[in-house]
C-alpha cells in the first residue's frame, strides 16, 4: 500500500516553501512578470533556504540529502504555487547539478558541485530543445562527434539564465543515443544569443545557444566514457513540470473559487450559478489527479523502477490539465479575467508554455 503521508522531513521542506511563496513570491509575482526580472534579493533568500543544495553530498559542500524525485515535486508545487518565473529560475540550478549527483564521474562531482554549494545563488543550466518544428529530444539535431574530445554543433533555445551559468549541460546526439556534456561558461564555439522575448514565464530570462565547432574534453561528458542514463533525466524532467503545472493550477483555482465565493451577482454569489460551479468542481478533480499521477510517478523514479509509461502519462495529463484550469481562472472572472489587473491571465500564459518546456525543470 502508498503512503500519503509525507515523511516529517518533507513536511518541513513543504512548510518552509510554502511560508516562503506565500509571504515572498506572491506578493511579487505581478511586478516581476510586468518588468522582466526577478529582484536579486528574492533568489538569494530562496538560496538561503538551501533547497537547491540539499541533496549535494556533504563532501562537496552540500547538506548529504538523499535525492528523492518525490520530495522534489512537493517543493517545485508550492514554488510555482508562487510564482512560475520565480520557481523556474531558483530550481535552475537543478538542471545542472542533479544530472551530475546522479550520473557524475568522481572528477565531475569534485569539479562542479563545490561550484554550486556557496553563499549566493550560483546559476548552473542545461541546453536540450532545439529551435526546429520536428524537434525529438530521442533525435537530437545537435551532433557530439569524438575527435579526441568531443566537437558539438548545433542550436538550443529554452535555455534558462545561460548568459550567467557556470556551466551548461547540453544534449547532443552521439551516435544513436542522446548524451549529455558539460560545457564551461565562455568556451570557444559556445555563443549565446539574446534574450528571448516569451508569452509568458517573462520574468524568467531564457536564450537560444549556438554551438559551431565547440571543443568540449573528454572527461567533460557526464558519466565518462559510458554516458549518462538519458532516459531517466527525461523522466526526472517529465514530472519536475508536471508539478510546476499542479501549482500553477491550484493558484489559478484558488483564486478563482475565493472570487465565485465573494462576487455577488442578481444578490448571491456566482458561484451558485451552475455553469461557475461545474468549472470551479472540474478544476479541483483535474488538479487532484493530476497530482496523483504525478506522485506515482515520481515514487517509482525513487525505487529506481522502470517509470517512463507513468511519467509521461503524467506529464501529458498535467499539460492538458493546467490549461484547462488557467483557461476556466479567466472564464470565472468574466471580463476582468482579461485584465492584467488579475493574475488569472498572467496564470493563463505561463500555463500555456507546458507543452513547450520540454527539459526545462528536474527534481
Known sequence: ????????????????????????????????????????????????????????????????????????????????????????????????????????????????????????????????????????????????????????????????????????LVYAGEGNASQCFIVDKGAKGLKIGEREKNMGIKALATYELSLKDCKVPAEHKLGGEKGCDFKRLTNLSRVALAALAVGVARGSFEFSRDYARERYAFGEPIGSRQAIAFMLADMAIEIDAARLLNWEAAWLLDKKAEATRECCLAKAYADNMVMLCTDYGVQVMGGHGYVRDNPVELWFRNGRGFVAFTGMAIV
Request: overall charge negative; aromatic content about 8%; charged content about 20%.
Open 1 to 168: 500500500m502508498l503512503s500519503f503521508s509525507p515523511s516529517e522531513e518533507q513536511q518541513m521542506i513543504v512548510n518552509t516553501v510554502k511560508q516562503f511563496a506565500n509571504d515572498v513570491m506572491r506578493k511579487k509575482f505581478r511586478e516581476c512578470d510586468e518588468e522582466g526580472q526577478i529582484p536579486a534579493e528574492i533568489i538569494n533568500t530562496a538560496w538561503e533556504l538551501g533547497l537547491v543544495v540539499s541533496c549535494i553530498p556533504e563532501e562537496y559542500g552540500g547538506a548529504g540529502w538523499e535525492h528523492s524525485a518525490l520530495t522534489g515535486t512537493l517543493l517545485a508545487e508550492e514554488l510555482a504555487w508562487g510564482d512560475l518565473s520565480m520557481a523556474m529560475h531558483i530550481l535552475s540550478p537543478w538542471l545542472g547539478v542533479l544530472p551530475i549527483v546522479e550520473m557524475g564521474t568522481s572528477e565531475q562531482k569534485k569539479k562542479y558541485l563545490p561550484a554550486v554549494c556557496g553563499g549566493k545563488f550560483t546559476a548552473a543550466t542545461a541546453a536540450l530543445i532545439e529551435p526546429r518544428f520536428d524537434f525529438d529530444h530521442n533525435d537530437l539535431g545537435t551532433i557530439a562527434k569524438k575527435n579526441g574530445g568531443y566537437v558539438l554543433n548545433g542550436e538550443k533555445c529554452f535555455v534558462p539564465l545561460a548568459q550567467d551559468a557556470a556551466f551548461t
